[in-house]
Nanobody, 120 residues
Framework: QVHLVESGGGLVQAGGSLRLSCAAS????????MNWYRQAPGKQRELVAR???????NYGDSVRGRFTISRDNARKTVYLQMNSLKPEDTAVYYC??????????????WGQGTQVTVSS
């Protein structure tokens, strides 16, 4: 069993900042890629940022330059620092990890989602 626990969402004014965290636990041997996705009402889920086990990061066009993804491999945690937030960043944010279990199986796990609301 793998559990992802997200935290850090909330309500913030435009121009403000939030930091999301997602901690993984369970029978995990290693974690490969860690991702943040978001889904706004009436829209498809979109990839916000991704980071490899080696620390290489990629960002969606709409957040590049404002958001920073990072990870702490020892804590099995991925972070998303969100600065200069805009109302269009309002969405439920989900973490997603690609991992190798102690059993030798590989898998993909999703967090429960955390709401981010940016007021204008």
């Amino acid at each position: 069993q793998v559990h992802l626990v997200e935290s850090g969402g909330g309500l913030v004014q435009a121009g403000g900042s939030l930091r999301l965290s997602c901690a993984a636990s369970g029978s995990i041997l290693s974690i490969n890629v860690m991702n943040w996705y978001r889904q706004a009402p009436g829209k498809q889920r979109e990839l916000v940022a991704r980071i490899t086990s080696g620390g290489s990061a990629n960002y969606g066009d709409s957040v590049r330059g404002r958001f920073t993804i990072s990870r702490d491999n020892a804590r099995k945690t991925v972070y998303l620092q969100m600065n200069s937030l805009k109302p269009e960043d309002t969405a439920v944010y989900y973490c997603n990890v690609n991992l190798l279990l102690v059993s030798g199986a590989t898998g993909v796990s999703w967090g429960q989602g955390t709401q981010v609301t940016v007021s204008s």
